[in-house]
């Protein structure tokens, strides 16, 4: 059946479904992107200790999502080499790494890591867009 109508007041069509618009979490002006802090973390086992980091790294991981200021807190291992592991943590601002850095969860766990680590790198980064 053909109709005649105008589009927008046909009965016999059916109304067009609204298709979602993508959702802009942050834009490159937004106050609250410029203030987003991401670490990004390298760190490789002694060989024999990756159990005992997989441990300690998860003990470390509940304590720090529960931060305030935590956005996101974690931590892989690698796939080609078990004794690799990459940290991904995203902060709401400076102050909320700092506050991570000063918990005692963070101190403990620094301890502990330290003697079974033979490299460490880590990284900043900010929001661009």
């Known amino acids: ?5 105008k589009p927008s007041a046909c009965a016999l069509r059916p109304p067009r ?5 993508p959702v802009r979490q942050y834009s490159l002006l937004s106050q609250e992107a410029v203030k ?7 760190a490789t086992m002694k060989p024999g200790t990756e159990e005992e980091a997989k441990r300690i790294y998860r003990e470390v991981t ?19 080499n078990p004794l690799n592991f990459a940290f991904y943590e995203s902060y709401t601002d400076q102050a909320a790494v700092d ?6 969860h963070f101190a403990r766990y620094k ?3 330290a003697p079974l680590e033979a490299a460490h790198t880590r990284e900043f980064f900010v929001p661009v867009s």
């Open 36 to 42: 987003v802090i991401v670490l990004i973390v390298h």
């Open 99 to 104: 506050a991570h850095r000063a918990t005692p």
């Open 17 to 21: 479904a609204k298709i979602p618009q």
């Open 1 to 5: 059946m053909k109709c005649c109508c």
């Open 62 to 80: 509940e304590s720090t999502r529960k931060e305030p200021g935590c956005l996101q807190y974690v931590i892989h291992q690698s796939t080609e």
């Open 111 to 113: 301890t502990a890591i």
